[in-house]
């Protein structure tokens, strides 16, 4: 399984990246907000930190899919080589994703809370579907299991859409999905440090 850091710290990512086998970051606005520096200039920075073969999934703010395909475009503009751009499946992001998709866009399903929202997000032509672990814990009761149907359906009809889950708050999820079959995870960087380290471990003993 791939695994993505889920961050917009620039020094949190680097150090990672330096310590660890990272697979690509994930973004979102509300992580790049928490930067408090221009959105352009941040995300720019985010992908000019890693080598082309690793990913960089940044999500777009529009509200409608006017909204999200102009902000879209201007991601693909500022942003050199291995960029997916993350739309909410919703119904307005199912309109971006699927004419996106039609131009060539590689798209990140996100936000995704249900196998029907991973499904419909596929047949509109999303490489990626990022299920919501922890949320879907809290709110329905079974993050990993969820994972699980997704991979299985895309198995079954065939789909090349794959599964990078997220939202995770403890490492449990993280194994829950892995034996969910899931292609990706992206994972904070505090979780990446509690899931590295081995707490009784002492050096000597
Ligand atoms: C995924 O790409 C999202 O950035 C993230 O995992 C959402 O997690 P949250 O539930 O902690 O907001």
């Given at each position: 399984?791939?695994?993505?850091v ?29 930067e ?61 994703i ?99 380290s ?8």
């Amino acid at each position: 399984m791939k695994m993505l850091v889920d961050s917009a710290n620039i020094s949190e990512i680097e150090s990672l990246l330096d310590s660890l086998p990272i697979d690509g970051v994930t973004t979102n606005p509300a992580l790049i907000a928490g930067e408090k520096r221009p959105f352009k200039q941040q995300i720019k920075e985010i992908r000019r930190l890693l080598p082309d073969h690793l990913p960089l999934h940044a999500q777009i703010i529009g509200k409608d899919c006017a909204g999200m395909m102009e902000q879209a475009k201007d991601l693909h503009d500022w942003l050199d080589g291995n960029v997916w751009i993350k739309i909410p499946v919703t119904k307005e992001g199912l309109r971006a994703i699927q004419q996106l998709s039609k131009e060539n866009f590689r798209i990140t399903g996100t936000a995704v809370y249900t196998a029907a929202q991973a499904v419909l997000a596929a047949k509109a032509g999303a490489g990626y579907v990022a299920p919501y672990v922890n949320r879907i814990d809290n709110e329905f009761g079974d993050g990993a299991g969820t994972v699980k149907t997704i991979v299985g359906l895309f198995s079954m009809y065939g789909f090349h859409c794959k599964v990078l889950a997220a939202s995770f708050k403890h490492k449990g999820q993280i194994l829950s999905v892995m034996e969910a079959g899931s292609h990706e995870a992206t994972i904070s960087p505090a979780l990446f440090g509690k899931l590295a380290s081995i707490s009784r471990y002492r050096p000597g003993y």
